[in-house]
């Protein structure tokens, strides 16, 4: 299994653009996480998915922010419009019930809002 | 809703020295607890876990200890190598699928 993959790996772009960042999980797994990772905040989780559905939001910063997941096999991050603050590494995590909820996250997308 | 308190932020220990890390948790119901080390610029990854029916679990150099009563655990490195040196993250979680995470320390082993 070539594990999570995110894309792009590496985004710079200017405030007020919209920015897509996309995840595709480990096959088989029915979880998807979404994480924001600063020197200052650490780690913090932004939303997650189950089967598709989102099940906890509460960390999404604002409404600029918005994740969809439309299959199994794919979720989307957006941020419109982007702001500098916005600044950060991205990181998708998936897992399983079957494995006792081991997250296996993707290489991330370093995020650059100029 | 659960909170992971980290400490310490930053470590440092010569090469062959013991490392440990201790977390705090303030959710009872919490199950389950896993340690993820991230490297320089890479992803985080699992290094070891403990589950709430297990007081202490080893795996070579590493061991992680658990006290329901208290409320914490703790990650023990033994005869810390250079390659050791990376951030360590602990995390609780309540069995939901999701994990909260501390805001991590960074290692650095000094050969």
């Known amino acids: 299994d070539a594990g999570v993959i995110q894309s792009p790996r590496h985004e710079v772009t200017e405030m007020g653009q919209e920015v897509t960042l996309r995840c595709k999980p480990i096959s088989g797994h029915d979880y998807l996480f979404w994480y924001r990772q600063t020197m200052m905040r650490g780690l913090e989780l932004l939303i997650y998915?189950?089967?598709?559905?989102?099940?906890?939001d509460s960390g999404m910063p604002e409404d600029r922010f918005s994740a969809k997941m439309p299959n199994a096999s794919f979720s989307t991050l957006k941020i419109q419009p982007s702001e500098p603050r916005d600044s950060a590494v991205y990181f998708c995590?998936?897992?399983?019930?079957?494995?006792?909820?081991?997250?296996?996250f993707g290489p991330g997308t370093r995020l650059t809002v100029t | 809703g659960e909170n992971v308190e980290q400490h310490p932020s930053t470590l440092s220990v010569q090469e062959g020295d013991s490392a440990v890390i201790k977390c705090t948790y303030s959710?009872?119901?919490?199950?389950?607890f896993p340690w993820y080390k991230q490297e320089l610029g890479k992803r985080p990854q699992l290094i070891i876990d403990?589950?709430?029916?297990?007081g202490e679990k080893k795996d070579q150099r590493i061991a992680v200890t658990l006290n329901k009563t208290a409320k914490h655990f703790s990650l023990h490195i033994t005869e810390t190598q250079p390659e050791d040196s990376a951030v360590y993250f602990c995390?609780?979680?309540?069995?939901?699928?999701?994990?909260?995470f501390g805001k991590g320390t960074k290692l650095s082993v000094k050969p």
């Open positions: 959710d009872s119901a919490s199950n389950y």
């Open positions: 403990i589950r709430s029916n297990v």
């Open positions: 995590a998936s897992s399983t019930h079957g494995t006792l909820y081991e997250q296996y």
């Open positions: 995390a609780a979680s309540l069995g939901q699928g999701n994990l909260i």
């Open positions: 998915f189950n089967n598709n559905v989102p099940i906890d």
